[in-house]
């Protein structure tokens, strides 16, 4: 029997991921979560699979084809993966951010000036499949999260580099960090400060010049300045990202959250403190919230979450209050495997032991798999017969199949 | 001082929440004004206030995106009483963090020109006209579905009476007798902490739990004002010391789980406008978000829109003072963008929060629970109206 309604317990990337889901199948859904989740400290991008024991991953698509099985993705990996991508691909044209779904890894330059693979980005970050003909790093006087010179050697190859270092804006002091620039970048007088400096330190420049910048270009009016500067430019722009807290994040995370609570999900702040056997939990001030099957979505590398202990107990992280137990003839071993069954429901996000995405640079796709698998849990088939995200069609995506391929063939890009 | 006041992990979270950092560039944010500081006064005994430490609205969405469970907002207003005020500024805002005071002399929030000026009043921000709760004649002894005190805050009881009254039509529509409670104008010590006054808070809550008068027959306290309601639930045990002798649930959120599904199919033939809705800051920290919007939705309003505005910068008083004035305008500057200048009806759950977003946006503002006991007057005329049509 499907629930009406379900509680996703987190709001960070699998929460929301899980609770867009449902929201798009028309159930009626609770995000609980006492903080927030991951999703101010990323650039934005979701990533695949980037490493495997130190070497970088070329083809993700083949990789999961290749370790499914330890991930109880088995043989379905390609499809499965074509589903979540494709879904995926729809909630970003849903939040305004329209990217392709890559056919392999492609990469970007990180603030050192090292290349890492990169697969999904937002349209305003850098992701390459190769050398651009000419690139001009742009770094910001003060900015020393980004220093241009040190950035320009990922690009070495080619094309032309060059690197140029804007002056300080009007109003700058020392104190001003990323969120400071992009909230300055966001008003009008520092989006023609932006414009201004770029076109004088620019100039013509050499055809198909690429232009980066650090991740600053605003918070909430991102997309305006980010066309604006291109077409001024007559060149591609595209952001690195930084060191945490990222914009790219925060921009993801607001338009997220806004989009799903104008579907009609609700959103309760606590800390959760047991999960109800009729359903929903109950926070640690005693209200009852929420409905149905309960989805742990509780991430955990910031201190918070849950841990699930090897008897298919789950206790909150801070408070070592018992949360819930693993449901009659789940087997407690399972406890310590990918989507874990707890009540009727399911755990999501990088809780689910096996998952490492700082190491293995597999973050996002964590996070949709998971959340799918949790999610179908509770109303079996719902992922496969999602057609729309809100406005957006869901078009399943063509990924062309490659010979299998081994991670000793992946080199270091 | 507090439970994890020193578990700080410095990941910035608190940082990328807070509204005023991303409008005022001298603001020197949550992590530094709220556990930094505190790590160093603790260590410096006699540290001076930072600089703009009182810019901060107490608005709290750095401590509901921490993490490490921070109290980074009541760190910070621990810090700002600290500061070093002059004596006028000192009894301007000795007066601000009694509102239970003001209530009894409401016409008071009138004071303008030069007097205001002297004092440190804001004369741009618009202020609250009176009008006062009219008591019932006699309050029902108990309603078929048990008794539920009515949480009549300051605010409500000296300038939006009319809330409180078409609260307690609806909740003894719904079948409950209504209480209201405090018996007198009394405070929740929302006001006094949010201006750095923790001790006075206490002394002021303290009061009122006394007077309280809320006894084992009465199911739940039903608000009407967002921040009493964050006060009273999560803020009263944890930072007051105080009990609460009974579940505190916000008006909107009671009428969802208690109205009766006739009451609502009852709404549907009075046409509604566009609806905005705005949940404001202490909303979102106490309760979440989402409740109004399915509340104006499930009132059958024709169309609803989300403001998207973390803090309007109205913040209790904050915008009543002159210094603030600057942060409140570009605060609620953001709303009335969105709005650009349509007209509709606003719901939110805030007397100042109203009053601040009613001049940002033009808006016509007001409280839901006034707003559904119209849509219910009106749904009862209009089909009234039709079925003397169809006898006729
Ligand atoms: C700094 C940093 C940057 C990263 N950048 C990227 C990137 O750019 N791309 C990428 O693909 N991956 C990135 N990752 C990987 C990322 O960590 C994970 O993939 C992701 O965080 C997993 O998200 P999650 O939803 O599982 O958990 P989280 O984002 O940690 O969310 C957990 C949620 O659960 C809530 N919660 C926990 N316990 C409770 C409780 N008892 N009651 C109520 N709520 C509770 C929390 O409040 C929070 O809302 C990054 C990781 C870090 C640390
Ligand atoms: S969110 Fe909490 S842990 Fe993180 S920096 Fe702020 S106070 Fe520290
Ligand atoms: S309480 Fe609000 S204004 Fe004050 S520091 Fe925290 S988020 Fe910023």
Same mark, same amino acid.
């Given at each position: 029997?499907?629930?009406?309604?379900?509680?996703?317990?987190?709001?960070?990337?699998?929460?929301?991921?899980?609770?867009?889901?449902?929201?798009?199948?028309?159930?009626?859904?609770?995000?609980?979560?006492?903080?927030?989740?991951?999703?101010?400290?990323?650039?934005?991008?979701?990533?695949?699979?980037? /490493?495997?024991?130190?070497?970088? &991953?070329?083809?993700?698509?083949?990789?999961?084809?290749?370790?499914?099985?330890?991930?109880?993705?088995?043989?379905?990996?390609?499809?499965?993966?074509?589903?979540?991508?494709?879904?995926?691909?729809? &909630?970003?044209?849903?939040?305004?951010?329209?990217?392709?779904?890559?056919?392999?890894?492609?990469?970007?330059?990180?603030?050192?000036?090292?290349?890492?693979?990169?697969? /999904?980005?937002?349209?305003?970050?850098?992701?390459?499949?190769?050398?651009?003909?000419?690139?001009?790093?742009?770094?910001?006087?003060? %900015?020393?999260?980004?220093?241009?010179?040190?950035?320009?050697?990922?690009?070495?190859?080619?094309?032309? !580099?060059?690197?140029?270092?804007?002056? /300080?804006?009007?109003?700058?002091?020392?104190?001003?960090?990323?969120?400071?620039?992009?909230?300055?970048? +966001?008003?009008?007088?520092?989006?023609?400060?932006?414009?201004?400096?770029?076109?004088?330190?620019?100039?013509?420049?050499?055809?198909?010049?690429?232009?980066?910048?650090?991740?600053?270009?605003?918070?909430?009016?991102?997309?305006?300045?980010?066309?604006?500067?291109?077409?001024?430019? +007559?060149?591609?722009?595209?952001?690195?990202?930084?060191?945490?807290?990222?914009?790219?994040?925060?921009?993801?995370?607001?338009?997220?959250?806004?989009?799903?609570?104008?579907?009609?999900?609700?959103?309760?702040?606590?800390?959760?403190?047991?999960?109800?056997?009729?359903?929903?939990?109950?926070?640690?001030?005693?209200?009852?919230?929420?409905?149905?099957?309960?989805?742990?979505?509780?991430?955990?590398?910031?201190?918070?979450?849950?841990?699930?202990?090897? +008897?298919?107990?789950?206790?909150?992280?801070?408070?070592?209050?018992?949360?819930?137990?693993?449901?009659?003839?789940?087997?407690?071993?399972?406890?310590?495997?990918?989507?874990?069954?707890?009540?009727?429901?399911?755990?999501?996000?990088?809780?689910?032991? *096996?998952?490492?995405?700082?190491?293995?640079?597999?973050?996002?796709?964590?996070?949709?798999?998971?959340?799918?698998?949790?999610?179908?849990?509770?109303?079996?088939?719902?992922?496969?017969?999602?057609?729309?995200?809100?406005?957006?069609? !869901?078009?399943?995506?063509?990924?062309?199949?490659?010979?299998?391929?081994?991670?000793?063939?992946?080199?270091?890009? | 001082?507090?439970?994890?006041?020193?578990?700080?992990?410095?990941?910035?979270?608190?940082?990328?929440?807070?509204?005023?950092?991303?409008?005022?560039?001298?603001?020197?944010?949550?992590? =530094?004004?709220?556990?930094?500081?505190?790590?160093?006064?603790?260590?410096?005994?006699?540290?001076?206030?930072?600089?703009?430490?009182?810019?901060?609205?107490?608005?709290?969405?750095?401590?509901?995106?921490?993490?490490?469970? =921070?109290?980074?907002?009541?760190?910070?207003?621990?810090?700002?009483?600290?500061?070093?005020?002059?004596?006028?500024?000192?009894?301007?805002?000795?007066?601000?963090?009694?509102?239970?005071?003001?209530?009894?002399?409401?016409?008071?929030?009138?004071?303008?020109?030069?007097?205001?000026?002297?004092?440190? %009043?804001?004369?741009?921000?618009?202020?609250?006209?009176?009008?006062?709760?009219?008591?019932?004649?006699?309050?029902?002894?108990?309603?078929?579905?048990?008794?539920?005190?009515?949480? =009549?805050?300051?605010?409500?009881?000296?300038?939006?009476?009319?809330?409180?009254?078409?609260?307690?039509?609806?909740?003894?529509?719904?079948?409950?007798?209504?209480?209201?409670?405090?018996?007198?104008?009394?405070?929740?010590?929302?006001?006094?902490?949010?201006?750095?006054?923790?001790?006075?808070?206490?002394?002021?809550?303290?009061?009122?739990?006394?007077?309280?008068?809320?006894?084992?027959?009465?199911?739940?306290?039903?608000?009407?004002?967002?921040?009493?309601?964050?006060?009273?639930?999560?803020?009263?045990?944890?930072?007051?010391?105080?009990?609460?002798?009974?579940?505190?649930?916000?008006?909107?959120?009671?009428?969802?789980?208690?109205?009766?599904?006739?009451?609502? +199919?009852?709404?549907?033939?009075?046409?509604?406008?566009?609806?905005?809705?705005?949940?404001?800051?202490?909303?979102?920290?106490?309760? *979440?978000?989402?409740?109004?919007?399915?509340?104006?939705?499930?009132?059958?309003?024709?169309?609803?829109?989300?403001?998207?505005?973390?803090?309007?910068?109205?913040?209790?008083?904050?915008?009543?003072?002159?210094?603030?004035?600057?942060?409140?305008?570009?605060?609620?500057?953001?709303?009335?963008?969105? &709005?650009?200048?349509?007209?509709?009806?606003?719901?939110?759950?805030?007397?100042?929060?109203?009053?601040?977003?009613?001049?940002?946006?033009?808006?016509?503002?007001?409280?839901?629970?006034? /707003?559904?006991?119209?849509?219910?007057?009106?749904?009862?005329?209009?089909?009234?109206?039709?079925?003397?049509?169809?006898?006729?």
């Amino acid at each position: 029997m499907t629930p009406g309604a379900v509680t996703v317990v987190g709001r960070g990337p699998a929460g929301l991921f899980a609770a867009t889901l449902l929201a798009a199948a028309g159930l009626s859904v609770h995000v609980v979560s006492s903080s927030s989740g991951t999703l101010p400290l990323w650039s934005g991008r979701f990533n695949f699979r980037d /490493w495997d024991q130190g070497m970088v &991953v070329d083809n993700p698509w083949d990789w999961w084809m290749e370790h499914g099985e330890q991930h109880f993705v088995g043989g379905t990996a390609r499809a499965r993966w074509r589903r979540l991508w494709s879904i995926w691909r729809a &909630v970003g044209q849903q939040l305004g951010m329209d990217s392709a779904i890559p056919e392999r890894n492609r990469w970007t330059v990180t603030p050192l000036g090292r290349r890492r693979p990169v697969f /999904w980005t937002p349209p305003w970050e850098l992701a390459l499949d190769r050398a651009p003909v000419a690139v001009a790093v742009v770094g910001l006087e003060g %900015l020393l999260d980004f220093e241009p010179e040190l950035v320009a050697d990922g690009f070495q190859g080619p094309g032309a !580099v060059r690197t140029l270092r804007l002056p /300080w804006p009007p109003d700058w002091h020392r104190g001003w960090n990323t969120v400071r620039w992009g909230a300055f970048l +966001d008003t009008g007088s520092g989006a023609d400060w932006l414009e201004q400096q770029l076109v004088r330190a620019l100039g013509r420049g050499p055809a198909g010049e690429l232009v980066v910048l650090p991740q600053v270009l605003g918070l909430s009016r991102t997309d305006v300045l980010h066309q604006r500067l291109e077409r001024r430019l +007559d060149r591609l722009v595209r952001e690195v990202g930084l060191a945490p807290p990222g914009l790219g994040g925060m921009r993801l995370e607001a338009r997220w959250t806004a989009w799903l609570l104008s579907s009609g999900v609700q959103m309760h702040h606590g800390r959760v403190r047991a999960i109800r056997d009729a359903g929903g939990i109950t926070l640690t001030d005693g209200r009852p919230v929420g409905e149905g099957p309960v989805i742990l979505a509780t991430g955990g590398i910031l201190g918070g979450g849950v841990c699930l202990s090897a +008897d298919g107990t789950g206790v909150d992280a801070i408070h070592r209050r018992l949360l819930g137990q693993l449901a009659e003839g789940d087997d407690p071993a399972r406890a310590l495997q990918w989507g874990l069954v707890l009540g009727d429901g399911g755990v999501a996000g990088r809780q689910t032991a *096996g998952c490492d995405p700082d190491v293995h640079g597999d973050g996002g796709a964590v996070c949709l798999w998971t959340a799918a698998e949790a999610v179908d849990r509770v109303v079996p088939g719902l992922v496969d017969r999602l057609s729309r995200i809100g406005t957006v069609e !869901v078009a399943v995506l063509d990924v062309s199949v490659r010979g299998p391929q081994t991670h000793k063939e992946a080199q270091r890009v | 001082m507090f439970d994890a006041d020193d578990a700080c992990l410095k990941c910035s979270l608190c940082v990328t929440a807070c509204p005023v950092y991303r409008e005022d560039p001298q603001f020197p944010g949550p992590k =530094v004004l709220g556990p930094e500081w505190h790590r160093a006064a603790l260590a410096l005994p006699g540290l001076t206030a930072a600089d703009h430490v009182d810019d901060c609205t107490f608005c709290q969405l750095c401590e509901a995106a921490c993490p490490a469970d =921070v109290p980074v907002a009541h760190l910070i207003a621990h810090h700002k009483a600290s500061q070093a005020k002059s004596p006028v500024v000192r009894l301007r805002d000795a007066v601000l963090a009694r509102p239970h005071l003001m209530a009894r002399a409401p016409g008071l929030a009138g004071l303008g020109g030069p007097p205001a000026r002297w004092v440190g %009043l804001s004369v741009e921000t618009r202020r609250p006209r009176p009008q006062p709760l009219r008591w019932p004649a006699e309050p029902a002894a108990t309603g078929a579905r048990g008794i539920v005190a009515l949480f =009549v805050d300051c605010f409500t009881r000296a300038y939006d009476g009319g809330a409180a009254e078409a609260a307690s039509r609806l909740l003894k529509a719904w079948g409950y007798a209504v209480r209201w409670v405090p018996r007198e104008s009394r405070c929740c010590g929302a006001a006094a902490y949010a201006a750095g006054q923790p001790a006075t808070a206490r002394r002021i809550a303290a009061a009122t739990a006394e007077d309280l008068g809320v006894n084992h027959g009465v199911q739940a306290i039903v608000t009407l004002n967002a921040t009493c309601d964050g006060t009273l639930r999560d803020e009263w045990p944890r930072y007051f010391h105080q009990d609460v002798p009974a579940p505190v649930v916000p008006f909107a959120a009671f009428a969802l789980a208690e109205a009766p599904p006739a009451f609502w +199919d009852s709404l549907v033939a009075s046409p509604s406008g566009l609806v905005f809705v705005h949940t404001t800051c202490r909303a979102k920290v106490s309760q *979440g978000e989402g409740a109004l919007l399915a509340l104006a939705r499930r009132a059958g309003a024709d169309v609803v829109e989300r403001l998207d505005v973390e803090c309007c910068g109205a913040a209790g008083s904050y915008a009543f003072k002159a210094e603030h004035h600057g942060v409140a305008q570009r605060l609620g500057r953001r709303a009335a963008g969105q &709005v650009g200048g349509r007209s509709g009806t606003l719901l939110v759950d805030s007397g100042t929060c109203a009053l601040h977003l009613s001049q940002m946006t033009g808006l016509y503002a007001e409280h839901p629970a006034r /707003w559904l006991d119209q849509r219910r007057r009106g749904s009862e005329a209009n089909l009234g109206r039709s079925t003397a049509a169809r006898r006729t």
